[in-house]
Nanobody, 117 residues
């Protein structure tokens, strides 16, 4: 079992920056990858960025060049640096971890990011 706790969301003007953090606790040895997803009102949850333990990263096309995902040295933390934020980035951002041989998913409770125009 892995518990994920996000922090760092808030209200920012368009063009601004925010940094999200997520800390995993529990069976952290089982983590294979961590990432961020987001869900805007009335829309499905979508991938933002992921990072494997081996260092591979993947980004949604909509955030490439603006967002950067990184992991802490202990591999139980993940960060999302968000620059040049746009109103369409407004959503609840969820931390995700892929666990064990089956890559079972664990989710955080979410943190709200609101970008005003």
């Amino acid at each position: 079992q892995v518990q994920l706790v996000e922090s760092g969301g808030g209200l920012v003007q368009a063009g601004g920056s925010l940094r999200l953090s997520c800390v995993a606790s529990g069976s952290i040895f089982s983590i294979n990858a961590m990432g961020w997803y987001r869900q805007a009102p009335g829309k499905q949850r979508e991938l933002v960025a992921t990072s494997t333990n081996g260092g591979s990263t993947n980004y949604a096309d909509s955030v490439k060049g603006r967002f950067t995902i990184s992991r802490g040295n202990a591999k139980n933390t993940v960060y999302l640096q968000m620059n040049s934020l746009k109103p369409e980035d407004t959503a609840v951002y969820y931390c995700n971890a892929a666990l064990g041989l089956t890559y079972r998913e664990s989710w955080g409770q979410g943190t709200q990011v609101t970008v005003s125009s």
